[in-house]
């Protein structure tokens, strides 16, 4: 079994950053693509980027891609989402997530939750103007 826990989640203005980590464990033991996703009150789930654990493929959401960035540390087992120029419309709870098998490109792109059966609790970000 896997299991994550995000933090790093919190409030900020317009225009601010955040860095959210996710510490998945076990990390090594099998390559496996982690995503983060995030989902607003009303909204559906939405799929922001992925990363296999071993660094090499990653992949972010058009709607975020240039502000958001999926980066990883083997050493530490933890993925981190870079969020800069932050906006209103960020406002959501992030997920993290671990695939059910290991990886493949195909699990980590298209971005979807259908490959993911391990989430963490989440992390709430607030943005606000």
């Known amino acids: 079994r896997v299991r994550l826990v995000e933090s790093g989640g919190g409030s900020v203005q317009v225009g601010g950053s955040l860095r959210l980590s996710c510490v998945v464990s076990?990390?090594?033991?099998?390559?496996?693509?982690v995503a983060w996703f995030r989902q607003a009150p009303g909204k559906e789930r939405e799929g922001l980027a992925t990363i296999d654990t071993a660094g090499v493929e990653s992949y972010h959401a058009d709607s975020v891609k240039g502000r958001f960035t999926i980066s990883q540390d083997s050493a530490k087992g933890t993925v981190y989402l870079e969020m800069n120029s932050l906006k209103p419309e960020d406002t959501a709870m992030y997920y993290c997530?671990?695939?059910?098998?290991?990886?493949?490109?195909?699990?980590?792109?298209?971005?979807?939750?259908?490959?993911?059966?391990?989430w963490g609790q989440g992390t709430q970000v607030t943005v606000s103007s």
């Open positions: 076990p990390y090594g033991y099998a390559r496996r693509c």
């Open positions: 997530a671990a695939s059910d098998g290991p990886y493949s490109s195909s699990l980590c792109f298209p971005i979807r939750a259908g490959p993911f059966g391990y």
